[in-house]
């Protein structure tokens, strides 16, 4: 079994930034993508930011420059670091890492529970 846990999400000013972190756990044999989707209020959870194992990263067009993704294979960790904070950026942040729990070659997708952003004045 293959546990998600995120933090970091919180209330934010226009133009501010936050930083969100997912820790994987549990019996993993190896890690793939790890990457980050975006819930806005009243809409379809969306595709934000994914990095591979070898860090190649790529990102939605509405993020490039303000958002980076990255990750720490030794913690099975993976960050978002948000700058420039807009108020469209609102919304629950999903982890989403493929993961092998029963050998090192079948991955399964998991997620996180989400965590709250707001980008508010």
């Known amino acids: 079994q293959v546990h998600l846990v995120e933090s970091g999400g919180g209330l934010v000013q226009p133009g501010g930034s936050l930083r969100l972190s997912c820790a994987a756990s549990?019996?993993?044999?190896?890690?793939?993508?790890m990457g980050w989707y975006h819930r806005a209020p009243g809409k379809d959870r969306e595709f934000v930011a994914a990095?591979?194992?070898?860090?190649?990263?790529n990102y939605t067009d509405s993020v490039k420059a303000r958002f980076t993704i990255s990750r720490d294979n030794a913690k099975s960790t993976v960050y978002l670091q948000m700058n420039s904070l807009k108020p469209e950026d609102t919304g629950v942040y999903y982890c989403n890492v493929e993961a092998a729990p029963y050998n090192y070659y079948t991955m399964y997708e998991y997620w996180g529970q989400g965590t709250q952003v707001t980008v508010s004045s």
């Open positions: 549990g019996s993993i044999f190896s890690i793939g993508t």
């Open positions: 990095v591979g194992r070898d860090g190649a990263a």
